[in-house]
């Protein structure tokens, strides 16, 4: 007869020691063993384990600072921040009503439908003016006249 043995950590000592188990208990205990194993190659092979993140100094878990790239960041925040002061300039040059539509449309969300229902004009219509004033909009940040 076989004799079926586990090795399990006993808690109040902390080793390990091999336990005699039936047949049944062995291989569900093996088949986890397995899954676990292979759950685990898995899971390497496409995530990073949040126990690897572990081991400062004080054994805290890491910030994440030394994957940021913080010159890029702070590159793409400067322009973005450039890019909408000139677009703030821009807007202050246009008319009241066409500064009116282009809030109506991407400021309050209203659609090109809802818009010609309030000026009491076809959706095509506001459709053309919207396009005549970004094209304005885009030539007056294109050639910074502000």
Aim: positive net charge; proline residues 0%; glycine residues 2%.
């Amino acid at each position: 007869m076989n004799k079926y043995i586990i090795s399990v950590r006993n808690t109040a000592n902390g080793k390990y020691e091999n336990v005699e188990v039936t047949e049944e208990v062995y291989r569900a205990y093996m088949r986890t063993g397995w899954n676990i194993k292979d759950n685990d190659e898995s899971f390497f092979k496409h995530q990073t384990q949040f126990s690897a993140l572990l081991g400062n100094i004080d054994d805290a878990v890491e910030n994440f600072k030394e994957l940021m790239n913080t010159k890029a960041d702070t590159e793409e925040i400067v322009e973005l921040n450039t890019d909408l002061q000139m677009l703030c300039k821009a807007m202050k040059k246009l008319s009241k009503d066409e500064l009116q539509l282009i809030s109506l449309i991407y400021f309050e969300n209203k659609t090109e439908r809802e818009c010609s229902e309030i000026y009491a004009i076809s959706q095509k219509n506001i459709n053309k003016k919207k396009k005549r004033i970004l094209c304005k909009l885009n030539k007056l940040i294109k050639n910074q006249k502000f």
